[in-house]
């Protein structure tokens, strides 16, 4: 079983940067692929970043592409997702998500496990 904790989240002009933590518990970690979702008021819950457990590999939606950068560390047991020039639509809570196979999935339902969210709010 794996337990998710995000951290991380807050308020921000549009132009800053945020850096979001998730802690996961469990001795396999380093063995699942981790995720970061976001759901805004009033939308559905969508692919932000992922990133593979053994090589790394790691994948982005379009709308986030060279701006945001997904890394982990097997050591800590934590993955993080580093938000550089924010806009007001990346306001959202945001999800860390673990699958227990080493490929990335961009979709939610590929995720068993998920954390509560933290919410980023980037004001213009």
């Known amino acids: 079983q794996v337990q998710l904790v995000e951290s991380g989240g807050g308020l921000v002009q549009a132009g800053g940067s945020l850096r979001l933590s998730c802690a996961a518990s469990g001795r396999t970690f380093s063995t699942y692929a981790m995720g970061w979702f976001r759901q805004a008021p009033g939308k559905e819950r969508e692919f932000v970043a992922g990133?593979?457990?053994?090589?790394?590999?790691?994948n982005y939606a379009d709308s986030v592409k060279g701006r945001f950068t997904i890394s982990r560390d097997n050591a800590k047991n934590t993955v993080y997702l580093q938000m550089n020039s924010l806009k007001p639509e990346d306001t959202a809570v945001y999800y860390c998500a673990a699958r227990p196979i080493g490929l990335v999935a961009t979709y939610s339902a590929g995720y068993p496990h998920w954390g509560q969210g933290t919410q980023v709010t980037v004001s213009s």
């Open positions: 990133i593979s457990w053994s090589r790394g590999t790691t």
